[in-house]
């Protein structure tokens, strides 16, 4: 009787406790309570209470079978100091992101290379330095890489193009210096990603292998690139937004053919030449911006180009017809 009595209970608290007992799991919050100590206790993380379940904090999330933290996302914070290296100590972590906080100084966290179930690293709007590791091409299960808005330095490794589900890389807006990878034309995912690359400090060609993919978005401007681009055009290709603004590019448009999924072009301030081709007229732009080119000839006329004012056109060499003056 009481053998079965106490069996009834152990059944019991076997199906039961799932339910009655906190989710968290005591080895990730040990880890949270130490990130939140190596970030100096900030008010942000004030929640993290560790009598409380740390399933329930703030800025964090459990996975609903596991009851794993994978979700840290710490957003618009007053921290002071680097990424604790502890963040690599969440291994089930999908989703790790520091987003708009000025006082995230540092490097990129080394410790972040343990983390290979993320999908998302989003360290953007701090004020991280240094270069970005080679380590994040180990991630392969990530789908977006947006390190913007930071002041990182060095050149764009070129083993991020064997990560194969891309959806998006993002460096814009850091101190990244050398040359586009040639491999950037060799993602090998089901997706091609898109790339935004702009305010940086990039310097020679663009690859030639690039023009070998269909990318949706290409942001490559405030640059320093230079020659060709006109391979990035194409009537089979699938781009929606191109800027290539702000460059040193040098190219003749003449011959060039474009998509009809494009939306937007951009080139304003490089030093392409020959006169806009007639084919750019039927293409349904929404945006287009060829100011401050070496531009010849007559704006083609009847299609979507009268669409845009003067300031699309202004500042070229012998560009004309309308919106701009008629040609002589
Ligand atoms: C960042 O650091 C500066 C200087 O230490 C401080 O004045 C400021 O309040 C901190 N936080 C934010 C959110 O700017
Ligand atoms: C940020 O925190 C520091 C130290 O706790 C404090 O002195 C400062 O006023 C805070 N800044 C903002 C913008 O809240
Ligand atoms: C980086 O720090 C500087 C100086 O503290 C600040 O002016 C700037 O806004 C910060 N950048 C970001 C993205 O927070
Ligand atoms: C990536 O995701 C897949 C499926 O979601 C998972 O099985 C795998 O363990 C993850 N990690 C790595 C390193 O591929
Ligand atoms: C575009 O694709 C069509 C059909 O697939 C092909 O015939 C044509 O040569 C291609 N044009 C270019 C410029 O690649
Ligand atoms: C780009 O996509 C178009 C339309 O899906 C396709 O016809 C073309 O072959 C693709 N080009 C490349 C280089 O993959
Ligand atoms: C095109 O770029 C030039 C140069 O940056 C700028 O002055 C102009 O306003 C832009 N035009 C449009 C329509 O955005």
């Known amino acids: 009787m009481n053998m079965n009595l106490s069996l009834l209970v152990v059944i019991f ?58 979700a840290l996302t710490v957003f618009q914070a007053n921290i002071s100091g680097q990424i604790p290296a502890a963040v690599g100590d969440l291994p089930y972590l999908e989703t790790l992101q520091f987003h708009h906080i000025t006082n995230l100084t540092g490097t990129i966290q080394p410790a972040i290379a343990k983390l290979t179930n993320l999908k998302m690293l989003r360290l953007s709007f701090t ?10 091409s ?57 790339l935004y690359l702009s305010h940086n400090s990039l310097t020679g060609k663009v690859p030639t292998s690039l023009g070998d993919l269909n990318f949706s978005r290409l942001d490559f401007s405030r640059n320093k690139l230079e020659g060709d681009a006109s391979f990035l055009f194409g009537k089979n290709k699938t781009s929606q937004i191109i800027d290539l603004s702000r460059n040193s590019l040098e190219f003749d448009i003449s011959k060039s053919e474009f ?18 081709p007639q084919g750019l007229k039927d ?4 945006f287009i911006n060829v100011s401050y080119n070496r531009l010849c000839g007559q704006i083609p006329q009847g299609g979507t180009l009268q669409r845009f004012d003067v300031y699309s056109y202004l500042h070229n060499k012998c560009l004309c017809g309308s919106p701009l003056p008629d040609c002589k």
């Open 138 to 194: 180990q991630l392969k299960n990530l789908t977006l890489l947006q390190l913007n808005y930071n002041q990182l330095t060095g050149t764009i490794p070129s083993s991020l193009s064997q990560l194969p589900n891309l959806l998006a890389i993002q460096l814009d807006r850091n101190k990244l210096t050398g040359t586009i990878p040639e491999s950037f034309g060799k993602f090998q995912g089901p997706n091609i990603p898109d």
């Open 127 to 136: 004020n991280l330095t240094g270069p970005i590791p080679e380590f994040l």
């Open 259 to 276: 998509a009809e999924s494009l939306i937007s072009l951009d080139l304003n301030h490089n030093r392409i030449f020959g006169s806009l």
């Open 283 to 286: 293409v349904p732009l929404q």
């Open 13 to 70: 608290l076997c199906f039961a406790s799932p339910s009655l007992s906190v989710r968290c799991n005591p080895k990730d919050k040990k880890v949270l309570l130490q990130i939140k100590e190596d970030l100096g206790n900030p008010y942000h993380l004030a929640s993290w209470d560790p009598n409380t379940d740390c399933c329930y904090w703030y800025v964090v999330k459990c996975d609903r079978k596991t009851n794993r933290i994978n």
